[in-house]
């Protein structure tokens, strides 16, 4: 394998040169018979740099050749490096160990925990919920009962208070006598009736006596 910079350096000195060819084939054209032997000189010298141009590239061809090489095989062993860390990891992954099943383990008790904190939490505020709408409730009929008994002894209060007054201003004394004299009359009726049916069987007895 030839050395890269002097490669580079060949093929410089080799476009330099076929810069040069035309100028040097009209000089050659140019001479006069005198100077056969320079033309002949120049026509060896563009033969050697064909051949050399001609063998450069060659070498050329046969680096990139090598250089493809090189990189085909430089993948190869990239892959089959890779290949073969990816079975060691598959191999070494093959088994749990006790420190694998330690740590799953842990992870499927942490799981439980958090499932269980999560249901208690649950629990609790359901729980929580229905004893304060159960606390409420209590508390709504203590408070409608004791309103309800504060309101009774209020209106017997009240009721007597505004009978005593009545009565003493004397407004109620015309119902009462009212009253009391339907109730007499009531009574006297209830007497007169009673007696009229006694004496209606009196009269019957003797009648049957007769």
């Not at 009359?185 to 007769?210: G, M, W």
Request: with cysteine.
């Amino acid at each position: 394998m030839f050395n890269t910079l002097s490669l580079f350096r060949s093929l410089c000195f080799v476009f330099i040169l076929l810069g040069f060819n035309p100028n040097i084939s009209v000089a050659a054209t140019q001479v006069s018979p005198s100077g056969a032997h320079a033309t002949i000189d120049a026509e060896e010298n563009i033969n050697e740099l064909k051949s050399l141009l001609g063998k450069q590239e060659r070498e050329i061809n046969l680096l990139r050749r090598e250089l493809t090489t090189l990189k085909e095989r430089k993948e190869t062993d990239d892959f089959n490096s890779l290949k073969d860390e990816v079975k060691s990891i598959n191999d070494e992954r093959g088994y749990f160990s006790y420190a694998d099943m330690a740590a799953v383990s842990i992870s499927v008790v942490s799981v439980l925990i958090t499932v269980l904190g999560i249901v208690v939490a649950i629990l609790s505020f359901w729980g929580y919920r229905n004893i304060q709408k159960t606390v409420q409730a209590q508390a709504a009929n203590i408070a409608k009962a004791h309103a309800a008994e504060a309101v009774s002894l209020a209106i017997q209060d009240i009721a007597s208070e505004e009978l005593k007054k009545i009565i003493d201003e004397g407004n109620l004394n015309k119902h009462l006598q009212d009253a009391v004299d339907v109730i007499l009359r009531s009574q006297r009726a209830v007497i007169f009736s009673k007696t009229s049916e006694l004496l209606n069987e009196i009269d019957q007895e003797e009648d049957e006596h007769v």
